[in-house]
């Protein structure tokens, strides 16, 4: 009798502490992680603090957001092949980087393609832009929102205005084959390289040249090693905001649906802040007096694009005519 009392007992204390252990690995909240190559003091940087905020207070005790920040994680070269092993589940890449899964992506980075940075989120909201979201589906990348930056202007180790000055330059570029046509077509190199490698190799002289919007050349201090920054807006640098698209199916609804209405609230944030962010940048790289800052005047814009029309012959078939036309209403 003694035996099977405490057989009972033994039971009842096993069930009691797999209960309790089950009840206690169910309060422990989801972990995500969300990595990017900027640094914190920039709108991808804010936009990204901002989503874990709103994300943990949303889903509190259910979520945990966390933010690496500079390539502490994962770099450019290795952050989407993170992304599709689950290695990482939220990322916020230019969206050059995407060429390689869908060439339809390559309409954001034809030159001179966007007025200013509301004719290219007026583009991202339209039908044509919500649905390059999905387009890379078939390869498990599912695209949540459009995160905001600003336009591109273009910096070198030399006084640059024309579209001639800047031949035989090495430049440093994203991952896109339209930027290396872009300066093909004005006779100098684009070298692709990792935005964490930039600033060191601006600075030996490995690249002459690069382009970008004033927060990310501000906050990596691209100003202090090079002579001139051509106010070109040749470009948007904005970002799409991803996540693999079986995590993001596979999660509990309460959750995908907290996680929707941050990702929504974050947007709306990034929009208001990048202009201001890009202006203040801009503000301090002239005080600094390390690099000019020169405008195009409106002859010299019309070289530019005019050096770079066949970049659009080259890349039509693969985008298609009528996005690059979609997208071009936007400006109007």
Known sequence: MFKKLSAVF??????????FGISAIAQTPMTIKLS?????????????????????K???GKVKVEVFPSSQLFGDAKELEALLL????ILAPSISKFDRYTKKVQVFDLPFIFKDANASRKFQDSKEGQALLKSMEDKNILGLAYWANGMRHISARKDISLPQDVAGLKFRI?????????????????QKMAFAEV???????????QENSYSNMFSQKFHEVQSTILETNHGILD???????KWWEGLPADIRKGLTEAMNEATIYTYQIANSMNEDAKKQ???????????????QLAAWKKALEPVYKEFEKDIGPDLIKAAQAASR
């Open 285 to 299: 790289i002239v005080a600094s007096n390390k690099a000019k800052v020169k405008p195009l005047t409106a002859d």
């Open 174 to 190: 994203q991952a896109s084959d339209v930027y290396e046509s872009f300066f093909k077509n004005l006779k100098a190199t684009g």
């Open 199 to 209: 600033y060191q190799a601006l600075q030996t002289g490995v690249v002459d040249a």
């Open 239 to 245: 970002y799409m905001v991803v996540t693999n698209k």
């Open 36 to 56: 990017h190559v900027v640094a914190e003091n920039t709108p991808k940087g804010l936009a990204s603090l901002k989503f874990k905020e709103l994300a943990e």
């Open 58 to 60: 949303k889903l509190p």
């Open 86 to 89: 689950n290695d990482v589940q």
């Open 10 to 19: 033994t039971a009842i204390l096993f069930l009691a502490s797999s209960t």
